[in-house]
C-alpha cells in the first residue's frame, strides 16, 4: 500500500508564493516517477509538474517560470515550490506516484498508480 499526504496548500493574494509538500509513505521507491496535478471546479484534472527518475522535469506552458518541482529523496518527499501565483492557479491540488521508475516525466494522470488526498490551493485577485 502507498499513502500520499499532501499539505502547505492555502488561500494568498495574486504575486504570493506557495510551497506545496507530498510525504510519500509505504512500498515506493523513493526515486520512483512522481507529479503534481491539479483539477478546478469543472474541468479535468491537469498535469502541472512532473519529475522522472533521474530528475528530469517537466512543467505545463501555464505554470513555466513560476513553479518548480523537487524532491528530497532521503525524506520520501515532493515538493512543489509556487511563486507569482494567479487567480487561474486556484484549484485542488494532487500529488501523483507511478509504481515505478520512469526515465522520462510523466504529464498525464493515466501515467500514475497512486493519488493522495489534495490540497486546496484559493489565489484572490
Known amino acids: 500500500q502507498v499513502q500520499l499526504v499532501e499539505s502547505g496548500g492555502g488561500s494568498v493574494q495574486a504575486g504570493g508564493s506557495l510551497r506545496l509538500s507530498c510525504v510519500a509513505s509505504g512500498y515506493i521507491t523513493s526515486s520512483a516517477c512522481m507529479g503534481w496535478f491539479r483539477q478546478a471546479p469543472g474541468k479535468e484534472r491537469e498535469g502541472v509538474a512532473s519529475?522522472?527518475?533521474?530528475?528530469?522535469?517537466y512543467y505545463a506552458d501555464s505554470v513555466k517560470g513560476r513553479f518548480t518541482i523537487s524532491r528530497d529523496n532521503d525524506k520520501n518527499t515532493l515538493y512543489l515550490q509556487m511563486n507569482s501565483l494567479k487567480p487561474e492557479d486556484t484549484a485542488m491540488y494532487y500529488c501523483?506516484?507511478?509504481?515505478?521508475?520512469?526515465?522520462?516525466?510523466?504529464?498525464?494522470?493515466?501515467?500514475?498508480?497512486?493519488w493522495g488526498q489534495g490540497t486546496q490551493v484559493t489565489v484572490s485577485s
Open positions: 519529475i522522472s527518475t533521474l530528475g528530469g522535469t
Open positions: 501523483a506516484a507511478r509504481g515505478a521508475h520512469c526515465y522520462i516525466p510523466m504529464s498525464s494522470p493515466q501515467s500514475y498508480n497512486f
